[in-house]
């Protein structure tokens, strides 16, 4: 196990960062009372990126990349339960879009801060960070082959099901369009030069862009949709 502190310690600046749902957990509550899904899909995220922006920042002062990729549900932005932030209430059908906000507007501030944060510094004359929320789609992993009890049956036929209609990706290319997230110059600054003639990518008004699994590399990629 690595530690934030441990990445602070032996780095002065990283240049991407890519948060993920690292643990499958879906039902439940964890011991400090948090609903387990949101726990490794929003908190932990978020705390990782926010833990890890002051060395991206580091990055964006220098030629390298300044970019977070958060690995979650752009693009599929839901209604937001005002009155159960932590959806200890609301249905599991209800929690992917209020999650995917969530994560969306999160990133939003994130990125916002650390516009704020360049703009009142006078030593920094970089580039801005890039806070990108993506959406892989359903990716076959042996997650779902370790999923216990009814939810393990119904992961594992609908993963089936979504398979033969071709629309489910494997790892290997899940990775292949994250590292694509990570260098290229769609996401502006900086990146991999992209050809003449492929637009940049729009942003929903801060640092930040989406991309998702219908879509990856779009000509204009989706603005987020209000709930």
Same mark, same amino acid.
Request: net charge neutral; glycine share 8%; with cysteine.
């Given at each position: 196990?690595?530690?934030?502190?441990?990445?602070h310690l032996?780095? %002065?600046l990283?240049?991407?960062?890519?948060?993920?749902?690292?643990?499958?957990?879906?039902?439940?509550?964890?011991?400090e009372g948090?609903? +387990?899904?949101l726990a490794? !899909?929003?908190? *932990?995220?978020?705390?990782? %990126?926010?833990?890890? %922006?002051p060395?991206?920042l580091?990055?964006?002062?220098?030629?390298?990349i #300044?970019? !977070?990729?958060?690995?979650?549900?752009?693009? =599929? &932005?839901?209604?937001?339960?005002? *009155? =159960?932030l932590? +959806?200890?209430?609301?249905s599991f059908?209800?929690?992917?879009?209020?999650?995917s906000?969530?994560n969306t507007?999160?990133l939003?501030?994130? !990125?916002?801060?650390? &516009? %704020?944060?360049?703009?009142?510094? =006078?030593?920094?004359?970089g580039?801005?960070?890039?806070f990108? @929320? $993506?959406?892989p789609?359903?990716v076959?992993?042996?997650v779902? =082959?370790r999923?216990?009890?009814?939810?393990?049956?119904?992961?594992?036929?609908?993963?089936?099901?979504?398979?033969?209609?071709g629309? #489910?990706?494997g790892?290997e290319?899940?990775g &292949?369009? @994250?590292l694509?997230?990570?260098t290229? $110059?769609?996401?502006?600054p900086?990146?991999? /030069?992209?050809q003449?003639?492929t637009?940049?990518?729009?942003t929903?008004?801060?640092?930040?862009v989406?991309?998702n699994?219908?879509? /990856? +590399?779009?000509e204009?990629?989706?603005?987020?949709r *209000?709930?």
């Amino acid at each position: 196990m690595v530690f934030l502190s441990e990445i602070h310690l032996s780095n %002065t600046l990283i240049s991407t960062s890519l948060p993920s749902l690292l643990v499958s957990v879906f039902v439940g509550l964890t011991p400090e009372g948090l609903h +387990a899904l949101l726990a490794t !899909a929003y908190y *932990d995220r978020t705390l990782i %990126t926010a833990h890890l %922006t002051p060395l991206l920042l580091n990055a964006a002062s220098s030629p390298s990349i #300044a970019r !977070a990729v958060s690995v979650a549900g752009g693009c =599929d &932005e839901g209604i937001i339960h005002a *009155d =159960d932030l932590a +959806a200890l209430k609301i249905s599991f059908g209800a929690i992917r879009g209020h999650l995917s906000s969530l994560n969306t507007l999160t990133l939003e501030a994130l !990125a916002a801060n650390a &516009e %704020t944060q360049t703009a009142n510094s =006078d030593s920094f004359h970089g580039n801005k960070i890039s806070f990108i @929320h $993506a959406n892989p789609g359903i990716v076959r992993t042996p997650v779902q =082959d370790r999923m216990m009890g009814v939810f393990g049956v119904f992961a594992r036929v609908l993963m089936w099901v979504k398979k033969i209609m071709g629309e #489910a990706i494997g790892i290997e290319e899940s990775g &292949e369009r @994250h590292l694509y997230l990570l260098t290229t $110059a769609r996401f502006t600054p900086g990146g991999v /030069p992209i050809q003449n003639g492929t637009l940049t990518a729009t942003t929903t008004g801060g640092s930040r862009v989406e991309a998702n699994e219908r879509n /990856p +590399a779009p000509e204009k990629i989706p603005r987020r949709r *209000d709930g």
